[in-house]
């Protein structure tokens, strides 16, 4: 009579959980929508720039300069997001370096590397714009310390052709 207890005892418990597990993958499809893939919001200018400036900062290097002031009027402006500074020439590099790292961190993906004539050159992708970052030696810019330019640019930003001489990569 034990052994029929037992067995009994055990049928029970099995259908028991399989009627619980059973429930519980019903409840969960009720409980858990399937997600939706929800476009993200278009970066602007100043989000971008604001996020450069950020991981300039994170990166090692000083506060920047990100105005356009002295560069030529026109609507282009709207679309660009520029942050130049300078670093103390010893840590200059490795700053640099820091802040692509981070720019790589937050999706910004590489496009091209390269270094030339006292120059380090990364341009970097995201979400419609491109960025391009420049490192200079201290002995290649004028000035205290080593200058550094971070210049994101929308994609279908047209600026004077001067202006894109400034910043793009060369090669």
Known sequence: MRRRRTAAVAVMAAGFMTLAAG?????????????????????TAGAVSDEIAGLARAGGLPDGDTSTAGLPEGAWRACMAPWTGRAPAADAAGAFEATV????????????????HDVTY????????????????????????????????????????????GYEDPA
């Open 101 to 116: 790292m981070r720019l790589r961190q937050h999706d910004w993906e590489i496009v091209s590397s390269h270094s030339g």
């Open 122 to 165: 990364r341009t970097l992708a995201k979400r419609g714009w491109k960025l391009y970052a420049r490192s200079y030696a201290a002995a290649a810019a004028p000035g205290p310390g080593a200058k550094v330019s971070l210049t994101a640019v929308e994609d279908d930003c047209e600026p004077p052709a001067k202006v894109r001489a």
């Open 23 to 43: 429930c519980g993958l019903m409840a969960e499809e009720e409980i858990l929508p399937k997600p939706t893939r929800e476009p993200l919001p278009p970066l």
